[in-house]
């Protein structure tokens, strides 16, 4: 119950955040040339000023920046996101459409990066100093060094194109008709590029962490005193180190949360992947000022929610946590 209060607290302390995350992009946008009706003229090819005065009318742009914040802030207490100019539906339902590819998405990147790089991690550190730990490290460096949609890039002309092993791009086959396991396992052949391009930086983030946590978890004095006892290594390792060095790898976990919801934009870009990420960039492009507010509002939803599992996760690996709170 201590554990939940805790996660509850800090949850009710996000809400001011997501607030002014909105308001502030919300003035920021209105800073930018041009608005929704300029960029749907500009696909009309053109037309008269009353015709585009009506529509300001319409979408409310007519009105001050104040007011049209006020009305969107009351909108939002009563969970109503606006109508989508570009898509012409309640913001909601195109969100809710592409919401089930940037989890499914994400939710596969982030299980391979934690577990990849806690693996790998725990045996650079249990290797320190020979050729595995050098090997892994430099792969590592590499990994976080070299920009995502490169690897995007790569892996369409290496495993697409040259050697045909896996679909360029899509979230699944067009018109297949497949259902069930058959469906499945289609969506899953598109996602393996996608995920590991999203995947390599964190896993390298969460080798180094893992590392260093290890590292520092095995010169402490109860696994010495484990040791004494004659525990084997992979037993101390396992049972007494891994919990403790874990702590870091959880805290990383919740702060990439919305780095990684960041990052697929680019890779939904280069995969053709109908999520939100590819969603944010077609509304920024069409100055879709509802669509693009409301994909802020879901995603900060979403990395609040992450860091609320990742305090109760925290609190659970070390109980003084909780017994301070």
Do not use: C
């Not at 699944?172 to 008709?177: L, N």
């Not at 396991?181 to 180094?208: G, N, Q, S």
């Not at 004494?228 to 702060?255: C, E, W």
């Amino acid at each position: 119950m201590t554990i939940l209060l805790l996660a509850l607290r800090r949850l009710a302390a996000s809400l001011p955040t997501l607030l002014l995350i909105l308001v502030g992009l919300f003035l920021l946008l209105q800073l930018a040339p041009g608005d929704t009706v300029d960029a749907l003229m500009a696909q009309m090819g053109g037309g008269d000023p009353a015709t585009a005065a009506e529509l300001r009318r319409y979408y409310g742009l007519d009105l001050s920046a104040a007011a049209q914040l006020g009305r969107y802030v009351l909108r939002l207490v009563q969970l109503d996101l606006g109508m989508s100019a570009i898509y012409g539906k309640p913001v909601a339902d195109v969100i809710a459409e592409r919401l089930p590819v940037t989890l499914l998405l994400m939710g596969t990147s982030l299980t391979l990066a934690f577990i990849g790089g806690m693996t790998l991690g725990v045996i650079a550190a249990r290797t320190v100093g020979r050729w595995p730990d050098t090997l892994l490290s430099t792969f590592g460096l590499i990994f976080y060094a070299t920009p995502s949609f490169w690897f995007g890039l790569m892996g369409i002309v290496v495993f697409a194109i040259t050697l045909g092993w896996l679909p360029s791009g899509g979230f699944e086959e067009v018109g297949s008709g497949a259902t069930g396991l058959e469906r499945a396992l289609d969506i899953a052949r598109h996602l393996v590029l996608p995920t590991v391009t999203l995947a390599l930086i964190f896993l390298a983030t969460y080798l180094r962490v893992m590392r260093t946590a290890m590292l520092e978890v095995m010169n402490l004095d109860f696994v010495r005193t484990a040791r004494a006892k004659g525990v084997g290594q992979t037993a101390v390792t396992i049972r007494h180190a891994l919990r403790n060095a874990l702590l870091p790898m959880v805290t990383i976990l919740g702060l990439q949360a919305g780095t990684m919801l960041g990052g697929s934009v680019v890779v939904e870009s280069v995969f053709a992947l109908p999520g939100l990420g590819r969603l944010a960039y077609e509304s920024v492009v069409q100055r879709d000022l509802n669509t693009l507010l409301g994909i802020v509002f879901v995603s900060a939803i979403l990395v609040i929610l992450i860091n609320f599992v990742v305090d109760l996760l925290y609190a659970w690996l070390d109980p003084r946590i909780a017994a301070g709170a």
